[in-house]
């Protein structure tokens, strides 16, 4: 089938395919999924397993070095991290890059693990599972001077409203605490009854067999009991039965004990800008969009805040439905927070995405703009107009192919489509100047339209195909990489077929009709006005811009050997400034963050209490930064941002410094840490190791990663009393 042919022969059907091509790519640029780069398949895994009441030397021994032995057997398996803590292990595995079946090998060391048989009775299974990719999103801090208890209910109030939005994330709370029941026995009660403490308690685990929940207390012993409703289960508890006469008389656990409810005692702080705070932190994994749970979020907590609803456009085309005010109208219809109680959003790393992507879309808008104003001043206005509608067409086709395969609108996939604006145009320039040529010979616009368009039909195919090819060697990339860059010659493949296709099948019939209707148009005054300035522009070319070029050319052909001279030179010169290191080399341009995540491990051993005094040194060296907006302090556990686990225990520290926005410093976030750096001076060799992450919507969540250690570790021992007294001091 000829396609110029057709295309010029059936218009309706020509046009109504380009309107269908615009208005759904118009409707998948708003729909398609965003996120700062494309999904990326971490071959890694995790095993956990609780050894409960063993230190951390003797789980090392019993545990992680059997497990790693046996691992190491397996070929595939690249290196294994092991921590130990105590009560527990957790060893992470990762895969050698290009591993044929993730799978299988995977499966391996389920059955690996399982097959080990010289452990402790007292370990418990081990928990093996694949390490999914998650990516921070956004975090939610309240804080304030007020009860914990009260804090803890509108905390999880917040995450069941937040969670009733399909599009939401995984959700956890920081610095929320367990319900504790309470159960303290009466020692003088079980001697005037003649009951042991030990009935008590078999009566209470019987009746909480199903039910984890808790505290039996006594002079003898603790026996813990926890529960999600401790209200309602305490005066259940109250009304067991530890022992029942056949004449009808019962005596109950109230009888002998004080049942009540409280918060666990557990060694964690959390602040928020120096209050005691808890936080949900949020996080996108799978087929999420970064950008939809962030304004969620943000939607959500100024309807808790009671600020005024801030509509965009899209908020009027959908009739005041969409998300932002589903969530801001939840917010505003939930409980007033208490006074001394505040909430903000902080660590967004959405709006970095968004920032960066908004940046992408204004550059290829200006590139757009740029390409048809070009067109217009070198090639008739009606070629132009013609062309720079078939590039929008082009870019849309694409955003559909991208919306029918699940391509995500990402900074490689937007990065792709900037590369090839200057390409998709072209194929239409090639075909346009040819059919007008083929109409200036004499021929009718609509057999100048078959004509032009069949003459360069195979060397605009090959054209097409050859740009396309050049892309192809990114997709046998292996690895993280691999999944990373595979997107870009999927996007360019993609843009360039559609940009062929469109000028091949809809331009020609367009240009036809154009250049037939100009013929009977009447000479109006904007026909007059371009005749004329296209006869002005066409007498520069032929008589100024052509003839200053052919004597630049011929002197570059008479004095041929200084022109061959000069581009070797050139040439040389650029090698050198490469080979010289002048001019440097990066993979990938890494952006200024805005979020800094110091980890903070003391040794192993330490109390709470110093940990605590040395990270209240750290929060404070990094409140003193002008740069910085908030600061959020965990003591006693520490978050996986990448894997999205945690580790809890009274070494363990963590803090998330929030940036003022990169446009509004005058220092990059490498300069921010070097600051905190030389105000905690020596002072940091204390702790056994002190991370600074840079956090910046990249893969893993982190950028760069500037690590302090510590002093041997009889050293560091020897100074935790150095520690205390000068932190008092």
């Known amino acids: 089938m000829n396609l110029p042919r057709f295309g010029v022969k059936n218009p309706v059907p020509i046009n109504l ?223 067991i039965v530890v022992r029942a006469s056949q004449e009808g008389e019962s005596l109950l656990v109230r009888d002998v004990a004080t049942v009540h409810s409280s918060l666990v005692d557990v060694p964690i702080t959390t602040r928020f800008n120096g209050k005691p705070s808890m936080h949900l932190y949020i996080t996108k994994s799978g087929d999420q969009d970064i950008v939809k749970i962030a304004e969620i979020v943000r939607a959500y907590v100024d309807g808790r805040n009671r600020l005024d609803y801030q509509p965009t456009w899209l908020d009027y085309l959908q009739s005041g439905q969409s998300l932002r005010k589903r969530a801001w109208d939840l917010g ?52 132009a107009l013609w062309v720079g509608i078939g590039l929008i067409t ?45 109409h200036e010979k004499g021929e009718s616009p609509m057999e100048a339209a078959v004509t032009g368009a069949s003459q360069v039909l195979w060397p605009v195919v090959a054209t097409v195909l050859t740009s396309i090819v050049a892309f192809l060697p990114l997709t046998f990339v292996k690895g993280n990489v691999g999944d990373m860059l595979g997107a870009l010659p999927m996007i360019v493949a993609c843009a360039l077929a559609m940009s062929l296709f469109e000028s091949l ?92 995540l110091v980890n903070v491990r003391m040794p192993e051993g330490t109390p709470f209490e110093q940990t605590e005094q040395f990270l209240s040194k750290v929060e404070q060296a990094a409140t003193t930064q002008s740069e910085v907006r908030h600061v959020s302090a965990v003591v006693g556990a520490q978050m996986d941002v990448e894997g999205g686990g945690d580790n809890s225990s009274s070494h363990l520290a963590q803090l998330f410094v929030e940036l003022l926005p990169s446009e509004e410093r005058e220092i990059n976030a490498n300069e921010v840490i070097d600051n905190i750096r030389t105000d905690l001076g020596d002072f940091v060799h204390y702790a056994d190791n002190v991370s600074f992450d840079l956090m910046s919507g990249a893969p893993g969540g982190a950028d760069i990663t500037v690590q302090i250690k510590g002093k041997d570790i009889e050293q560091l021992q020897a100074a935790s009393e150095m520690i205390r007294d000068d932190m008092y001091s």
């Not at 808008?365 to 008739?380: N, Q």
């Not at 609108?409 to 100047?433: C, K, Q, R, S, W």
């Not at 070029?549 to 010169?573: D, E, N």
Request: charged share 25%; with cysteine; hydrophobic share 45%.
């Open 17 to 239: 395919l380009m309107a269908g091509f615009i208005i759904s790519g118009i409707i998948a640029s708003f729909t398609l999924r965003k996120q700062f780069f494309p999904d990326m398949d971490f071959d890694s895994l995790s095993i956990s397993m609780a050894f409960p009441g063993a230190s951390p030397e003797d789980i090392e021994e019993t545990i992680a070095v059997r497990i790693e032995n046996a691992l190491f057997a397996i070929d595939d398996i690249d290196k294994i991290n092991t921590t130990c803590a105590e009560g527990s292990a957790h060893l992470f595995v990762s895969f050698n890059e290009g591993t044929q079946n993730i799978d299988d090998a995977i499966d391996r060391v389920k059955r690996t693990v399982d097959a080990i048989r010289d452990l402790p009775e007292e370990v418990e299974r081990p928990i093996v599972r694949r390490i999914e990719p998650s990516m921070p999103v956004i975090m939610v801090e309240m804080y304030g001077d007020t009860d914990q208890g009260v804090m803890k209910k509108i905390i999880r109030d917040m995450q069941d409203d937040l969670r009733s939005f399909p599009e939401m994330g995984a959700i956890s709370i920081g610095g929320d605490l367990n319900d504790e029941l309470t159960v303290t026995v009466n020692q003088d009660k079980l001697i005037e009854f003649g009951v042991s403490i030990t009935t008590v308690s078999n009566k209470i685990r019987e009746w909480m067999s199903d039910i984890p929940g808790g505290t039996l207390r006594s002079d003898g012993g603790d026996i813990v009991i926890r529960t999600a409703t401790p209200e309602e289960a305490s005066i259940e508890i109250g009304e």
């Open 332 to 383: 505003s219809n939930s409980p007033n927070l208490p006074n001394e109680l505040a909430l903000s959003s902080t660590t967004d790393l959405a709006r970095f995405v968004e920032g960066r992507l908004s940046l992408l879309t204004e550059n290829a808008l200006y590139g757009g703009v740029l390409v048809f104003l070009l067109l217009f001043l070198a090639l008739s206005w009606r070629v």
């Open 394 to 438: 082009a870019l849309c086709g694409t955003l559909v192919i991208m919306s029918i395969f699940g391509i995500t609108l990402n900074m490689l996939t937007m990065f792709g489509l900037i590369v090839v604006l200057g390409l998709l145009v072209d194929d239409a320039i090639v075909v346009a100047e040819n059919i007008k040529a083929q």
């Open 505 to 596: 099948l809809i331009l020609p019939g367009h240009l036809g009709h154009t250049l037939k209707k100009s013929e009977k148009a009447a000479k109006n005054v904007f026909s007059r006005l371009m005749k004329r300035y296209e006869t002005a522009r066409n007498r520069f070319i032929y008589e100024k811009a052509i003839p200053f070029y052919t004597r630049i050319l011929a002197y570059a052909i008479r004095f041929r050997y200084i022109s061959l001279s000069v581009s070797l030179a050139t040439l040389i010169f650029s090698f050198g400034l490469i080979a010289g290191g002048r001019v440097g080399y990066e993979f990938m341009t890494v952006p200024d963050a805005e979020t800094v």
